[in-house]
């Protein structure tokens, strides 16, 4: 069964870390691009981080920029958002995204809430 989840989002006050993890099961996780969106109550989605498949090169959109660090635990199957220096502005929540253009395949989590107030 094909599945990702989520996991590890939380309340932190502003200038905290969090570390999400998105784990695969029922597909070669390896093979497929991995993204974190994120979406906020009245705001569209946001694409956060992404990390190619293979050969492993990452892109992040400006607003998490120096701050926010994706990468993968292939041994775990598992795709992690190391986030620091957490603002408000980051609540949301987030998803992961597993996409294969090749495959034509295409899975997204349930997401996991990230609350950052003091």
């Known amino acids: 069964q094909v599945q990702l989840v989520e996991s590890g989002g939380g309340l932190v006050q502003p200038g905290g870390s969090l570390r999400l993890s998105c784990a695969a099961s029922?597909?070669?996780?390896?093979?497929?691009?991995v993204s974190w969106y994120r979406q906020a109550p009245g705001k569209e989605r946001e694409l956060v981080a992404t990390?190619?498949?293979?050969?492993?090169?990452?892109s992040y959109a400006d607003s998490v920029t120096d701050r926010f660090t994706i990468f993968r635990d292939s041994a775990k199957n598992t795709v992690h958002l190391q986030m620091n220096s957490l603002r408000p502005e980051d609540t949301a929540v987030y998803c992961c995204?597993?996409?294969?253009?090749?495959?034509?395949?295409?899975?997204w989590g349930q997401g996991t809430q990230v609350t950052v107030s003091s």
């Open positions: 995204r597993a996409q294969s253009k090749i495959l034509r395949l295409d899975y």
């Open positions: 990390v190619t498949a293979l050969g492993g090169g990452t």
């Open positions: 029922g597909f070669t996780f390896t093979l497929y691009d």
